[in-house]
C-alpha cells in the first residue's frame, strides 16, 4: 500500500494492489472521512478494475484536485510480460464526511506512457505534493538503464485536471543528469544470498517550495544506481517547470565495500492552514549492507547550501535475510517502498521543518523456523 496525506482537502488517500483472481486485478483506493481516522470504517473504499492487466508496484501522487496513481501493468496470463505503464488520474471528494458513490468519482487513465526519447516509460512516480497547486510532476528513469545499458536521462511530465475532471498530461520532457545504470546486488556477511538493489527506477518523489530557490516548486527524488562499492543512491532536486534542469544533486555511497540502496528523500517543507515555511532542506534514509556488515537502516540530511551529513546510523539487523524470497535465485527480494515525507505538525520555534520517514530491516530468525529470518518496518521522524 501507498498513503499520503493532502493539506488541501484535510484527508489520508491511500492505493494498493486487490487481486482476485489471474484475469480479475484491481486497484484498491480511497481516502479517510476526517482528518483523524482511528479505524477501517472511517474510510471510504473503492476499486478499479484492470482485468488480465496486472497494475504493479503501484505509485501515489496528487494535484489539488487530482490523485494520481503511476503503475507498471503486466499481463498475468504471461508471466512477466511488460504492456506498459499508465497514469491513473481520480478526482478529490467535495467536502464532507460521506462517502461519495463512484460514480460521482471521475477517472481517468493514460495508457503506455512514452518516455522522452521515445521509448516506453517504466515505473512513472508521481509527485506528492506539498504545496497545494494544480498541477503535478511524474518523473520516470529511462529504459536503457533496464535493458542492461547506462542511460543520461529522466522524463518529466506534468499532469493536471482538466474543467470535467479529466486528466490532461503534458508529454514527456528530457532531463539530462549523469550517467547511470542498474546497481549490483548487495552482499551480506556469511551468506551465499544477496540483496536485490533494484533496477535504478525512481521510487517515491516529493514536490515542495523551497525558499532558496525564490520559492519555486522542486521535485525532490532519487534512485539506487551503479556506483560507490557497487550500488549508491543517486539524488536530485529538479526545477520541473518549462524545461526541465537540476537545482542540485548528489550521491549517497559507502566507504571499505559498504553498498548504499533503497533510498527515500524529503525536503522539511511545513504547509499546514495557514503556515508554510522551510523546505530548503533534505533528509534520506537509506539501506547499508557489505560482507562484513548486516543490513542496516541510516540517513543523512543536508542544510541548504551546507555538504551533506555523515551516516547516522537508525536501526541495527540482528541477523541478514534469508527467507522464502531468496530460495529460487539466491537473490533476496528488499524494500522499493522506502519512504519519506514531511511532517505538517511542527512546534511554532522550531528553526527546521521535519521530515517523517520508513525503511525496513531484518529481525531475529523466528522459533519455529530457527533458520529462517524475516524483515520488518521501522519508522522514524527527524530534523535535518
Known amino acids: ?5 493532502d493539506q488541501s482537502t484535510r484527508r489520508f488517500y491511500y492505493v494498493a494492489d486487490d487481486v482476485y483472481s489471474a484475469i480479475d486485478n484491481r486497484l484498491a483506493f480511497g481516502f479517510s472521512k476526517t482528518a483523524s481516522p482511528s479505524s477501517a470504517a472511517d474510510f471510504c473504499k473503492y476499486v478499479i478494475k484492470f482485468g488480465p492487466r496486472f497494475p504493479d508496484y503501484p505509485k501515489l501522487g496528487d494535484t489539488k484536485d487530482l490523485l494520481l496513481i503511476g503503475a507498471n501493468t503486466f499481463l498475468t496470463s504471461r508471466l512477466g510480460h511488460f504492456l506498459g505503464s499508465d497514469l491513473v488520474s481520480i478526482t478529490k471528494p467535495s467536502a464532507g464526511s460521506g462517502c461519495p458513490r463512484r460514480s460521482e468519482l471521475t477517472v481517468d487513465i493514460e495508457r503506455k506512457l512514452r518516455e522522452a526519447a521515445g521509448g516506453r516509460a517504466f515505473t512513472p512516480v508521481p509527485a506528492n505534493q506539498i504545496d497545494p497547486a494544480k498541477g503535478d510532476y511524474i518523473v520516470a528513469a529511462s529504459p536503457d538503464a533496464f535493458q542492461g ?3 543520461r536521462s529522466l522524463s518529466v511530465y506534468e499532469a493536471r485536471s482538466g474543467a470535467d475532471g479529466s486528466l490532461k498530461l503534458g508529454g514527456p ?5 549523469p550517467f547511470y545504470s542498474i546497481p549490483a546486488t548487495a552482499p551480506q556477511p556469511r551468506s551465499n544470498y544477496r540483496i536485490d538493489t533494484l533496477d535504478a527506477r525512481m521510487t517515491q518523489a516529493i514536490l515542495a517550495k523551497d525558499p532558496s530557490r525564490g520559492g519555486k516548486v522542486a521535485l525532490w527524488t532519487q534512485h539506487t544506481v551503479l556506483g560507490g562499492s557497487g550500488a549508491e543512491v543517486r539524488w536530485y532536486e529538479i526545477d520541473p517547470t518549462t524545461k526541465p534542469s537540476l537545482f542540485q544533486k548528489g550521491t549517497i555511497s559507502g566507504p571499505n565495500g559498504l553498498y548504499a540502496f533503497n533510498g527515500a528523500i524529503s525536503p522539511d517543507r511545513q504547509v499546514n492552514g495557514g503556515t508554510s515555511r522551510f523546505g530548503a532542506n533534505m533528509v534520506v534514509g537509506f539501506n547499508t549492507s557489505s560482507t562484513e556488515q548486516r543490513p542496516d537502516i541510516r540517513m543523512v540530511s543536508k542544510q541548504g547550501s551546507a555538504p551533506v551529513s555523515d551516516h547516522v546510523l537508525i536501526k541495527s539487523s540482528p541477523a541478514v535475510l534469508e527467507d522464502f524470497a531468496c530460495v529460487e535465485n539466491r537473490v533476496c527480494r528488499w524494500g522499493d517502498y522506502s519512504a519519506a515525507t514531511p511532517d505538517p505538525n511542527v512546534p511554532a520555534g522550531a528553526t527546521t521543518g521535519r521530515v517523517w520517514l520508513t525503511n525496513q530491516w531484518v529481525k531475529e530468525p523466528g522459533s519455529l523456523k530457527p533458520r529462517v529470518s524475516g524483515w520488518s518496518t ?6 535535518p
Do not use: C, S
Not at 500500500?1 to 496525506?5: A, G, K, L, T
Not at 521501522?378 to 530534523?383: L, M, Q, S, T
Open 149 to 151: 545499458g547506462f542511460a
Open 1 to 5: 500500500p501507498q498513503i499520503i496525506w
Open 173 to 177: 520532457k528530457r532531463l539530462k543528469v
Open 378 to 383: 521501522w519508522n522514524w521522524a527527524v530534523r
